[in-house]
C-alpha cells in the first residue's frame, strides 16, 4: 500500500490534519510525521514515489475524494500539488542543520531516526571522551540559542571543570516568546534529537541525571517527547549504560505552570526544585551550584538539539557556515502580519529584508510594512531603515536589539507603536517575579506614564521620564525581564516618535 505521510505539528493539527489523515485510512499507509515547518501550507501531506515524495497542500479533509479520484496515490497532476517539497523554494533556500529530520521522518520510530543519521553523533562522542567533546563544541562555534548566545563550549567546560559527584543537565524548553515554536516543533517532530543532544552534554561534563522543563501550553509536545523517552530508554539509549558505553545517564520532562519568568536559568531551577519561579542572584553561576546546589548545564532545546550534527560532522562543518561569531545555523521563525509564515533554518548573515520580504513575502494584508519584532516580547522594533541589518548576535546588539530564540513578528503600517511599548511595560508587570524593584514597579510605572503620554499629558517630561525609567530598569533589573523590556519600548520611542505624539498632532490640527 502506498505510503502518504501527514503532519501531526500542533499547527498542522489545528488546521484540521487528524481529519485528513482519516479520510486517507483505508486507502493509504498513513504515517504521521512532524512539520516541515511550511506553515502557511499545513496540512502539507506527502505521497511516497518512484520518484520521491510528492507533497500537496493546504489540504483538506473533504480535498481527499478529489485528490485520491485525481491520482493522488501516483502524485499526479492537481491544483494542490506542490511537487517535491525539496525543490519548493521557502525549503530550497535552507540549510537544515538541526532540523534536518522534522516533517520526514515518523517522530517515534528509533529505526527512522538511526536511518537519517540519528545517533551518529552520540556514538562518536564515546569514542572521543568528555574531553574532547568539549573541545569539538568550542570550535564549532556552537552559542545558545535563547538569549545572549553565550558560548556553549565554555558553559560545558564550566561545568565539567566543577567539582561535585552530582551534575545534571537541564534544557530549558519554557517557550514563551512572542512568534516563536521551533522548540515545539522539533519536540513533536524530531525528539530523538534533543535526547541525543542532552545525552552527548551529559558524557562531556559527568552528569547522569537530565531534566526538560517544558511549557504547559505544548501537550502534544510534550506527550511526544514522554513517548520518545519511554522508546529510548527501552532501546538503551538512556539508562544504565547507554548504547553498551558504561555511561549512565537518564532524563525526566518536567511541565512548568505558565510563568514566563521560568525562562529564565535560574527561576526555572529554583521551579524545578519545587519553589516559585523568582530569579536567582549571580554569582553563584549554575554551572557551578544550579540544580540542587550542584554543577549544572542549562541550555535551551535548538542549543542542545544543534549537537548531533556538530559532533556527526565535526566541528569544521558547523562553523563552517555562518556570519561573524555567530557561527552555524538559526531556525527563524516568521509569525506576524507575514505572507510565508514558517520555520527558515539558515546560516546566520541573512538580513532582516531578505527574511521579511524575500523569504516571508512581506505582509499578509498587502499593506507596507512598517515595523518588525525580533527576539520576542524583549526585543526591539526595527523599522525597514534597518533592514540592512544582518541577522547575527553583535549586529543585532550594534543597534540595540536582540536575536533572543529567532522570532521575527512581522507589522504592517497599521501598528500603533506607542500601543505596543506599553504592552512590554504591561507584560513584564504581569510576568514579574517580583524580586527585584527596577522590574516589579518599574513596569507599573512605565505603564502609567505611557498611559499620560498617550492621552497628552504634558507628552515631553513623560517622554523623559520614561527614558529615564528605561535607563533604570536595565541597569537595576536582576535578570533579562527588567532588563530587556527598555529595548522594545525605546526602539519605539527612538524609531517611531510620532505614535507617542499621536493626540498632540490631532490638537495642532
Same mark, same amino acid.
Given at each position: 500500500m502506498t505510503r502518504v505521510f501527514v503532519p501531526r505539528d500542533a499547527a498542522a493539527l489545528a488546521l484540521g490534519a487528524d481529519a485528513v489523515a482519516a479520510s486517507l485510512a483505508g486507502h493509504a499507509a498513513v504515517t504521521r510525521t512532524g512539520s516541515r515547518g511550511?506553515?502557511?501550507?499545513?496540512p502539507m501531506i506527502e505521497v511516497e514515489t518512484p520518484q520521491g515524495r510528492i507533497a500537496y497542500g493546504p489540504v483538506s479533509a473533504r480535498d481527499v475524494p478529489e485528490l485520491l479520484s485525481a491520482g493522488l496515490l501516483d502524485g499526479a497532476p492537481h491544483r494542490l500539488r506542490l511537487g517535491k517539497?525539496?525543490?519548493h523554494p521557502f525549503l530550497?533556500?535552507?540549510?537544515r542543520f538541526t532540523f534536518a529530520r522534522c516533517g520526514i521522518t515518523d517522530p517515534l520510530s528509533l529505526e527512522d531516526y538511526q536511518g537519517h543519521n540519528g545517533l551518529k553523533g552520540l556514538r562518536r562522542a564515546l569514542e572521543l571522551g568528555p574531553a574532547r567533546i568539549v573541545e569539538e563544541v568550542t570550535k564549532s562555534g556552537l552559542r545558545g540559542r535563547g538569549g545572549a548566545g553565550f558560548p556553549t563550549g565554555i558553559k560545558w567546560k564550566t561545568t565539567a571543570d566543577a567539582a561535585g559527584e552530582q551534575k545534571y543537565i537541564v534544557c530549558n524548553a519554557d517557550e514563551g516568546d512572542s512568534g516563536t515554536y521551533a522548540d515545539r516543533m522539533?519536540?513533536?517532530?524530531?525528539?530523538? &534529537?534533543? @535526547?541525543?543532544?542532552?545525552? @552527548?552534554?551529559? @558524557?562531556a561534563v559527568g552528569a547522569t541525571k537530565g531534566f526538560v522543563y517544558t511549557r504547559s501550553e505544548y501537550p502534544h509536545a510534550i506527550a511526544t517527547f514522554n513517548a520518545a523517552l519511554a522508546i529510548a530508554r527501552r532501546e538503551g539509549v538512556l539508562g544504565g549504560n547507554v548504547l553498551g558505553s558504561g555511561h549512565a545517564f537518564d532524563i525526566e520532562q518536567r511541565v512548568g505552570a505558565g &510563568?514566563?519568568?521560568?525562562?529564565?536559568?535560574t527561576s526555572l531551577l529554583d521551579s524545578l526544585e519545587g519553589k516559585?519561579?523568582?530569579?536567582?542572584a549571580k554569582p553563584p553561576l549554575p554551572a557551578h551550584r544550579g540544580l540542587f546546589s550542584r554543577p549544572t548545564v542549562v541550555n535551551n532545546v535548538i542549543t542542545l &538539539?544543534?549537537?548531533?550534527f556538530v559532533l556527526a560532522e565535526g566541528a569544521e562543518a558547523y562553523q563552517g557556515i555562518g556570519y561573524g561569531r555567530s557561527r552555524g545555523t538559526m531556525p527563524i521563525q516568521l509569525a506576524g502580519n507575514v505572507r510565508y509564515a514558517g520555520l527558515f533554518e539558515a546560516g546566520f548573515g541573512l538580513t532582516l529584508d531578505e527574511i521579511v520580504n524575500d523569504i516571508g513575502g512581506g505582509t499578509r494584508s498587502g499593506r507596507p510594512v512598517r515595523a518588525v519584532q525580533v527576539g520576542g516580547p524583549l526585543g526591539a522594533y526595527f523599522p525597514p531603515s534597518l533592514f540592512d541589518t544582518p541577522f547575527?548576535?553583535?549586529?543585532? &546588539?550594534a543597534k540595540d536589539g536582540l536575536i533572543g530564540h529567532g522570532g521575527v513578528v512581522v507589522f504592517d503600517d497599521t501598528v500603533d507603536l506607542a500601543t505596543q511599548a506599553r504592552f512590554a511595560m504591561e507584560f513584564c508587570s504581569v510576568e514579574s517575579c517580583g524580586k527585584c524593584t527596577p522590574c516589579r514597579i518599574g513596569s507599573v510605572r512605565g505603564m502609567e506614564v505611557i498611559d499620560r503620554i498617550m492621552a497628552g499629558d504634558r507628552v515631553d517630561m513623560h517622554l523623559e521620564l520614561l527614558t529615564d525609567l528605561c535607563h533604570t530598569m536595565k541597569f537595576g533589573s536582576l535578570c533579562a525581564l527588567g532588563g530587556f523590556i527598555p529595548y522594545p519600548v525605546m526602539s519605539a520611542l527612538t524609531h517611531f516618535p510620532e505614535d507617542f505624539r499621536a493626540l498632540q498632532k490631532v490638537a495642532a490640527e
Open positions: 511550511l506553515l502557511w501550507l499545513e517539497p525539496e525543490d530550497s533556500r535552507q540549510t522539533l519536540m513533536e517532530g524530531d525528539p530523538f &534529537a534533543l @535526547i541525543e543532544g542532552m545525552t @552527548i552534554a551529559a @558524557i &510563568a514566563y519568568v521560568c525562562g529564565e536559568e516559585r519561579g523568582q530569579v536567582r &538539539a544543534s549537537v548531533p547575527d548576535y553583535e549586529a543585532f &546588539a
